[in-house]
């Protein structure tokens, strides 16, 4: 899956631009290298969070030796929709560096 906050090709993507303006400085690649860092950060937090709010919601109690069939949708659900709204914020997050990038 490519990085949501790709500019375009050998180009840093305008988060990353923005960093060089106010004095990241840096080479492209470094860019490129602190932009997959923060990615794998981003994810590893939303695997977390998804992973607390949808045990929390699905498993009241405590968690079963075995999980049934409704608890398999459950956390099926519960997954899809925490990262589809993860995909819309990103989504909108780059809409709107784009849109300040252009303003200058």
Request: charged share 25%; with cysteine; aromatic share 4%.
């Amino acid at each position: 899956q490519a990085s949501v906050q790709e500019g375009t090709e050998g180009e840093p993507s305008p988060v990353c631009r923005k960093a060089m303006d106010y004095g990241g400085g840096g080479s492209a690649s470094d860019m490129q290298s602190l932009e997959q860092s923060l990615n794998a950060v981003v994810l590893q937090l939303l695997q977390n969070q998804v992973r607390k709010t949808c045990f929390d919601k699905c498993f009241t109690r405590s968690f079963p030796e075995r999980m049934g069939k409704n608890d398999h949708i459950c956390l099926a659900k519960c997954m899809d929709r925490m990262y589809e709204a993860h995909a819309i914020v990103v989504k909108a997050s780059v809409e709107m560096a784009q849109n300040l990038a252009s303003q200058e």
